[in-house]
Structures are given as C-alpha cells and as structure tokens.
C-alpha cells in the first residue's frame, strides 16, 4: 500500500547525523503503526468482544455443561463425565433422533431445492408479471415462523381445517396429522418447504439468468431436445447454485425450530437434534446438561458438514 | 396452410398461456391461497370455524376476534416490544458490521486476517447451540423480561459484517487512499466516503437484519416470561396456547394477521432490496 504518505506532525528533521533521520523514520512508522492498531481495535473490538462473549464463549461452555447432571437454574450440578453422550449414543432415543434429523433435513432440502427450481424454470420466461410472481413466492420465506405455523395448523385441522374439508368433498378422511407421529413428520416438512422454498427459486432464477443465451442456442442449432438441453447444457452450468443452496439448505433445515415448535410443541415425531436439545433444557424435561451435550452434538454435525461440503463437494461442481 | 402456423390462431394463444402462465399462477396460488385464508378465517365467527364444511367467506363477518386476541395478549404493548427490539437490535448491528467492516477493509493491522476468518466462522455456529449458556449468563445478570435481555446476546454480526467487506472491498481504492494524502482521518473516510458509497449494500444489510430480528423467536422465548415484554412470535404462542379449543381459531388467526401483515406490507413496498438482500452472496462471477 501507499497510503503512507502522510503530513507529518514531527518537528522537521534536524540534519545532525546520517542515521539519525532513518531512526527517526522508523520510530515515526511504527508509532504510526501502532496507531493503526488502536484504531482497529476502536472499531473492531465492541463486535469482536460481543461474538467472543455471546457466541464463541457459549461454544466451549456448551461442552463443560455437556458433562454434567444439571437443572437449569439449579446452583448446583453434579459432574458425570461423558455419561451424557454414552446415555444418549447408547439409548435407542439416538437412533430415532437423528432418523428424524436426517429426514426431516433431506425431504425440506431436496423438495424445495427440486420445487424451487421448478419455479425459476417457470419464471425465467419473458412474460408480463414475473417480477411479481417472483416476489410473491418469495414472501413466506421473510414471514414469522411462528404465524406460519399456526396458519397452517388451522388448515391442517382434521375436524375443522379446510384440509380435512377437501378430502372430505372427495369422500377421503382426513389423516390424523397430530396425532401420526409419521404424518406430523409429513405435515411439518411440507410446510416448511412452502415456506422456504421461494429462496431457492429466487437463487436457482439468479443462476438461470445468468446462463449466457449462446450456449443455449449453440445446443439448439445442434438439434438438441429442450430436454436434453435442460439435462445436458443448463443443470451442469448450474451446479455451482446447486452446491450453494445445498450447503445453505442443509444448514438452516438442521437449524428450523420455529415451525416444529408452533406445529407439534411435543415433538412427538418431530423432534429433530435441534428440537430435542431444546424439550430436554426448556421443555419440562430439567436436563439442561443433556441439552448442552446434544447442542455440542449438532455443533459437530454442522462442523463436519461445512468441511466435507467445502472440501469434498466443492471439487466436483462445474464452474464457469 | 393450416390454422396452427398462423402466430396469433386461438389454438397457439391458449398454447403459450398455459406453458408460460400456467405454472406461474400455480406457483403464485400455492403461496397465496394460504394466506389469503387466513386473513378470511381471521373474521370468521366461532360459528363458522367449528363446522367440519369449508367455509371461505365468513358470514357474518365477526372483526371482534382482534379485539378479543388483544384482550387475550397485550398485542399493542407486544407491538411495541418487537419494534423497540428490531429498531435498536438491528440499528446496533448495522453499526456494528459497519465498523468491523471498515476496520477489516482499510484499516492496516498486521492481524486483521486472523480476524477476518474468527468472524467468518461465527456464520458456522447457530444461535440455537448458544441458547443454554447465553441463558444462564444473561439471566445471571439480571436480564429475563428485559429489553437488553432480549438484545444484546444477537448483536454479534458475523453475517452483516461479512457481507459489508465483500461490498467495501469493491469500493475504489484510489479515491479513498486520496482522502487520505488530503488528511482526512479514518473516522472522516468511515462517514464521508464509504458509508455513501456502500449505501445500498448497508441497507440491504439493515433490510436483512430487520427481518431476522422481527421474526426472531426461540431467544426471546425463553428469555421473556411475562406477557408484558413479549415480542409479537412469543405472545403468539401464548395466544395459542391460552385459546387452544377449535372454537377460537378466529382469535387465533386474528393475532397471527397481527404478527404477519406488518412484515407482508413491507415486503411489498421494499421487496427487490430484501430478495436482493436475503440472496446475497449466491452468485459466484
């Protein structure tokens, strides 16, 4: 850089020896420097203090409160080592867990990616209105969970929701999705994906957009189908979309609460990692050490996640 | 020549309005006719919600379930709780990003990059993992049924200053390093360059955090116990949970209009710098 020419506030040098004026140079550069690292520190540090105390702080107590038996607002804990993690990996509690976990994350993931660009395939035509159409199904992804939530739940009613009412029309009962355990699953995915699944067609639109138009005529002029076209030339260019949104996708599904905690309080069915970690602190259970050793469990799981995505996944997608 | 090859024939209209509006007005119903129901509902008298028939028009009309739903939760109070919270939590973080990002960009300190990539991380860790230890520490000191309770554990900003580097970092470095030969301080540039110039990036960043923090439900719900300090989600849920039969689905569809037709409205008018916003980043050039 050269942004170190700076009008000097030093006496004008005196030409007393020939070291003298590079020792004082030196001296003024590092004061200079030191200056610069106040000033950093000035603007830094209330955010670098507030993300030490309230985020990284709590990782690594997570840890600590994961090796104890312990009610929260209890003053005292009783330490159990790793007993937490060998109850929970031991139980077959673990195995339906992360069962939910994983289809909970992997149906919300692939249907709205799938949906979603099914969306941005309709809205990259030309036509009248699809600014508007694409903001409109934008628009669940900014709404309160919670509101969501309970629009849906009233709809989903078996006894007195507009679900149930349809299906009747049609001389079909209406499943009983709070009670199923499997269908509260069921009814919780699909509505997060109604919920979400405007992001993804807003970014996959953002990657069709952005396909030059030559390609698509060069694969025209060589007599390719619009299927082969879509399968051949425009889903490889747009891998580098889909590597993004499965990264983000997977990252806020693990992390959805909102919605399973308005739709099925219980969690009968629906408790994923995260849902569990907050029954076991908040929910009537008073293992608050159980919940911090199942938080740290979903900390490792992102971890891992982000590494392998960045670092496995990452090589294989097509870039332009 | 037959009646097909002629480009406006009946047969070719109706051909391209079900291939290119067919599947949007599909798209457009799914998210609508939700929402759109539970604004209907939301007038609907207990009549009209426990019959097992689909009722879409409610007859009589029966506004008195938003009265009833405040009578319930103080959704006035509520909210003003939820706008304090999102005005100053996201004003904070606005600032915040704002100086972090500057610092990063253009201020020399021979260990900004370490810093960089610890903030950059943040993004990896959700506030969920956080909840038990920020709880005992911030009710430790005092904080349940507090504004700054509820504030001050999510005003660390990975994601806003993240963003607001990538955005500086376009911004020409010529003209700020002259502002500087002219003697212009860092505080001087912060105010009378950069910010200006990356106005619509903070914006889009404010936008951003307006939304998060509006919405935002499992902190403050277990943080905030009393009705009174509730934000709109969290007296949402006690709407739910105190009028839990059929019979008071009109009350509960009245507070949940509340809580969403605020966000809808202005969505409506901010929409291209949200979608903007809350996609930022996707792109790779």
Known sequence: MVAEIKPSTDPPLLETSASEPSFRARRGRRRRASREAAIFLAFALPNLALIAVFTYRPLLLNMYYSTLDWTLGAPTARPVGLSNYLDFFQSAEAGQVFLTTAVFTLAT???????????????????????????????????????????????????????????????????????????????????????????????YLAGLQSISSDVLEAAAIDGASARRKFFSVVLPLLSPTTFFLLVTSTLNSLQAFDLIRVMTPLGRGTTTLIYDAYLRAFGGYNQAGYSAMLSTVLFGLLVILTLFQLVFLERRVHYR | MTADSRPLSRRNLVAALVADYLPIMLAILIVVLPLAYLILSSFKSPADVITQKLIVLPDPWHPANYSEAARIVPFPRLFLNSTIV????????????????????????????????????????????????????????????????????????????????????????????????????????????????????????????????????????????????????????LLQNSENSAASYGIVMAGTVMVLLPVLVVFAALQRHIVTGLTQGSVKG
């Open chain 1, 109 to 203: 993931v692939f249907l709205s990616m799938a949906l979603g660009l099914m969306v941005a395939l309709a809205l990259n035509r030309r036509v009248r209105g699809a600014g508007l159409a694409r903001a409109t199904v934008f628009s669940p992804f900014v709404l309160s969970g919670v509101g969501v939530g309970l629009a849906w739940q009233y709809i989903f009613d078996p006894t007195v929701g507009a679900l149930g009412a349809i299906l009747r029309s049609f001389g079909i009962a209406s499943p009983q999705w709070f009670n199923n355990e499997t269908l509260s699953l069921v009814m919780v995915v699909l509505v997060y994906v109604w919920k979400n699944l405007g992001y993804a067609a807003v970014i």
């Open chain 2, 86 to 237: 999102t005005v100053v939590g996201a004003g904070i973080k606005v600032l915040l990003a704002v100086f972090t990002a500057y610092a990063l960009v253009f201020v020399r300190f021979p260990g900004r990059k370490y810093v960089f990539w610890a903030v950059l991380a943040t993004l990896m860790v959700p506030p969920q993992v956080s909840v038990v230890p920020n709880f005992v520490f911030v009710s430790g000191m005092g904080g349940q049924d507090t504004y700054w309770g509820i504030i001050l554990p999510g005003l660390a900003t990975g994601f806003g200053t993240f963003l607001l580097r990538q955005s500086f970092l376009t911004l020409p470095a010529e003209v700020i390093d002259a502002a500087q030969v002219d003697g212009a301080g860092h505080w001087r540039r912060l105010w009378h360059m950069v910010v200006p110039m990356a106005a619509p990036s903070i914006a889009t960043v404010a936008l951003v955090n307006i939304v998060f923090e509006w919405n935002d439900y499992l902190w403050p719900l277990v943080i905030v116990s009393d009705p009174q300090m509730m934000t709109l989600p969290v007296g949402l849920t």
